[in-house]
């Protein structure tokens, strides 16, 4: 799980016995950073649909904002401190724009951009006590330029998330909360494995300067880093964890 003993022992210091509230663990990149943080003993507050060990848990469709609105509060009011905030949760439409009606639009905003505000504005109380808190928001390199199959809600939504953490970083650094974004390439999940076609995949990993496609613990180390004082001084940025594509 961790490439050296040395790391090992940087991160059990760092995170053991520390409160994270994480969306989007059940699969994919969200899913390792949960079991990252579960084997450095953190204590993890879950909203989602899928219940994991025996973790805090709050089922929740994200795109229903008034359930998600009272779940944190209620989550904000039970624990006084929370030492970081971790946004995977992700849907995707591979749709031109011409077939993206308002529906399919305001589905992938509200997963993928509206649920990280409304858990960001509320834990701010929370996150302001502890004197390094962290929100790691999981983006795209798609957000930053274009993407070759997703649709433009998808697009916008990744570029939000890192309009949002830029705008935040400025808003809440006064409080010592850092706000920023993860920007991934194409990672081997099984919401790649749908997006792209295996002859696609093949003709974009030959494109990447590093030859191979990113893995969902290249992207959850970098995450890691992010939420912990080892990056005390990293605010309002979004690392493009791509293998070189940007």
Known sequence: MFQTKTLK????????????VLTGYSSGIGEEVFNHLSFLKCKLILIGRKK????????????????????????????????GFVHCAGI????????VTLKNWNKILSVNLTSAYIISKI?????????????????????????LVSGVHYVSSKSGLIGLAKQL????????????CVSPSQTATKMLSKSMTKKQIKKLTSLIPLKRLGTVQDQSLVILFLLSSLSSYITG??????????
Do not use: M, P, W
């Open 9 to 20: 022992k940087i991160y059990f210091e760092e995170f053991q016995n520390k409160t994270f």
């Open 52 to 83: 994991k060990n025996n973790h805090k848990f709050y089922k929740c469709d994200l795109r229903n904002e008034e359930l998600l609105e009272k779940i944190t509060k209620k989550i904000s009011k039970e624990n006084k401190i929370i030492h």
């Open 92 to 99: 995707n439409e591979t749709k031109e724009i011409s077939k």
């Open 123 to 147: 834990l701010k109380e929370n996150l302001k006590i502890f004197k390094n808190s962290s929100i790691v928001y999981v983006s795209s390199i798609a957000g930053h330029r274009k993407s």
């Open 169 to 180: 970083s400025h808003e809440f650094g006064k409080y010592n909360i850092r706000v920023n």
């Open 237 to 246: 940025t979004s690392i493009n964890v791509d293998g070189g594509q940007i």
